[in-house]
C-alpha cells in the first residue's frame, strides 16, 4: 500500500520559502484603518480545520485548490488596487508560507514591484488567542474552540 503523498506535491515548490510577514499587531492596526478591501486583502487557506471563527474580512481560499488560480487572483487584485496580499493558516508555517510563496513568485514573475505577497506571523491560533482586541476583529468566533490552544 502506498502512503498517500502531501497535497502540495501536485504542485511545483515555490521559490520564495521565506515571504515577508506582517505582526498581528500591524494587521490589527490595517483592520482599524479601514477594513480589508482598501489597499490589502486577508486571505484564510485553511480548509478542513477552518473552525471557530477568522479574521475579520478574510476570504477563504483553501490551499488545497490555491495554486492553480493564481494567475486570476492576481488580476483581480491587481486591478482591485491591492498592495498586500496577507496569508494565514492555523499557525502561518505551512499553507500560510506556501500560498504567501507562490503568490510572491507570480508577482516577481510579473515584474510587479508595489503587490506585496506575506503572511499573518503566528496564523489565525496566534490571533485568536492573542487577547480581546484581536478576538473583535474575528468574524464567526467561537471561543470554546479556541481554548484547546491555549
Known sequence: MQSEQP???AFPAPKTTQ??????????????????????IV?????????????RGAINLPAQSLYPTIPTLYKLFKSAGVEYII????????RGT???GWFNDHIQEQGDANMKSVILTGGIKGWANAGEEYVEFMDGYV???????K
Open 43 to 55: 486571505v484564510d487557506v485553511r480548509r478542513n480545520d477552518y473552525e471557530g471563527g477568522t479574521v
Open 87 to 94: 496569508w494565514f493558516c492555523g499557525s502561518s508555517q505551512g
Open 7 to 9: 497535497w502540495h506535491t
Open 19 to 40: 515571504p515577508g510577514s506582517l505582526s498581528r499587531d500591524e494587521v490589527l492596526e490595517k483592520l482599524r484603518a479601514g477594513g480589508a478591501g482598501r489597499d490589502f
Open 143 to 149: 471561543p470554546e474552540y479556541w481554548t484547546q490552544f
Open 98 to 100: 506556501r500560498a504567501a
